[in-house]
């Protein structure tokens, strides 16, 4: 057995180097190995690539901020042009009324700061007791520290020791849960942080009415309302964030991934005015908070070009159309028995197995049928770039059902 010098995120530590498929080349929703094998992106990567690959608006955009200012850190008293226009822009599309966007370089640094802005702001207010915070159960919130410790996946907080006190997790979905917590502890909650869609944890729609729950019980108890949308977010459900899909409006969003469709890393935090105007009450105030690479102009470039071609593409309306198309093509098979059931929403799905099925077996084998599908537990989870095209989808639905007959 070989390994390389790269120690792989989620992999096996001791996988064999050869095992690993090397990518070389992208274009819309597919991808080649170096082999010249290609596959269809049923994942946009890592539920990410929303524009598809390839796209020369955002990659001349990207060499073009590299030939005049490539980087500079935004620490004051510094700024530059691209931060400033991408901050003012997501600002005019988020749904709270203007908010102010703090920028990051992934999303477990975006959840990261959304936990710490939710204590501090309670802290600022004197409200100090105010710590705990609050996730659901199958909630995936990035691998930081703070990240892990509010997920709501077992297995994702194992083995690391002692992580960020006050968290608890509730069951997905279940509002009486919450509800019961909130009545025992609601003077010390700062914030409940919740995916609008689980992904992650096996995308998992909202139960009706349960988000709306949410916010219910935050305004009542004082809590603050986060939702993650890293994926979510940037069309993934058909508008710029799932908050407007459902029609709740958080305290604060998270977000990274189809902000630049993932071609150069970014992330970000949109705090609504109830954050910040507690934050910019105090003139001495200094916020001891921030990345090398907050604002990183060649970033923030992408960001602008990424969010222009979802614009001139119309490309949140396709959301609509893989929705129809892949939740008919799994809902067929589930009508023939091939998988026990579906859920999803928009653009993002999964495929329930039986649970005597190998998940990754599957997987390796629609990698065998030329398509990429990503196994959560006991599902097949597809997220596909917002390009895809209908043939695409329906060579995903048969791959599957290939992989398993």
């Not at 690959?53 to 990207?62: D, K, L, N, P, T």
């Not at 197995?353 to 390796?364: C, F, I, K």
């Not at 959560?376 to 599957?400: K, Q, S, W, Y």
Request: glycine share 12%.
């Amino acid at each position: 057995m070989t390994t390389s010098a790269f120690l792989h995120p989620f992999a096996k530590p001791a996988k064999d180097a050869g095992e690993f498929i090397t990518l070389v080349r992208g274009e819309g929703s597919t991808l080649w190995d170096r082999d010249g094998k290609a596959y269809i992106d049923g994942m946009a990567s890592l539920w990410y690539c929303n524009a598809g690959h390839g796209e020369r608006r955002i990659i001349e955009a990207v060499k073009k901020q590299l030939d005049s200012l490539a980087t500079y850190n935004t620490f004051d008293p510094w700024t530059n042009e691209p931060a400033e226009a991408l901050a003012a822009r997501i600002a005019d599309v988020a749904p709270m009324e203007h908010p102010r966007v703090f920028f990051t370089c992934s999303g477990s640094e975006s959840v990261d700061t959304a936990l710490k802005l939710a204590r501090l702001t309670h802290n600022r207010l004197g409200d100090g007791k105010r710590q705990l915070l609050v996730s659901r159960g199958g909630g995936y919130h990035g691998t930081a520290y703070g990240g892990t410790s509010v997920q709501g996946i077992p297995a994702n907080k194992e083995g690391w020791g002692e992580l960020v006190p006050g968290t608890l997790n509730v069951p997905q979905n279940d509002i009486e849960a919450a509800s019961r917590l909130f009545a025992e502890r609601g003077e010390e909650i700062a914030a409940v942080i919740a995916e609008p869609v689980q992904g992650a944890g096996g995308v998992f729609p909202p139960a009706p009415d349960y988000l709306e729950g949410l916010r219910r019980l935050c305004d009542q108890h004082g809590a603050l309302l986060i939702f993650d949308e890293v994926i979510c977010g940037w069309g993934r459900l058909g508008h710029w964030f799932g908050a407007q899909h459902y029609g709740v409006t958080p305290d604060l969003i998270t977000f990274a991934k189809g902000v630049t469709s993932g071609y150069v890393p970014l992330g970000g935090v949109i705090a609504s005015r109830k954050v910040c105007d507690v934050l910019e009450s105090d003139p001495e105030l200094l916020l001891r908070h921030g990345y090398t690479y907050s604002g990183h102009p060649t970033s923030c470039a992408a960001g602008l070009a990424t969010l222009a071609v979802y614009e001139e593409d119309n490309l949140f309306e396709r959301a609509a159309v893989i929705g129809k198309l892949l939740g008919d093509g799994l809902q067929s098979l589930a009508d023939d028995g091939v998988i026990a059931g579906v859920r999803g929403v928009a653009g993002v799905w999964a495929a329930e197995l039986d649970p005597t099925v190998d998940a990754y077996a599957v997987r390796d084998r629609m990698l065998a049928e030329g398509v990429i599908a990503r196994p959560l537990t006991n599902a097949m989870a597809f997220c596909p770039p917002l390009v895809i095209t209908e043939a695409e989808i329906g060579r995903m639905v048969d791959a599957l059902a290939t992989a398993l007959r």
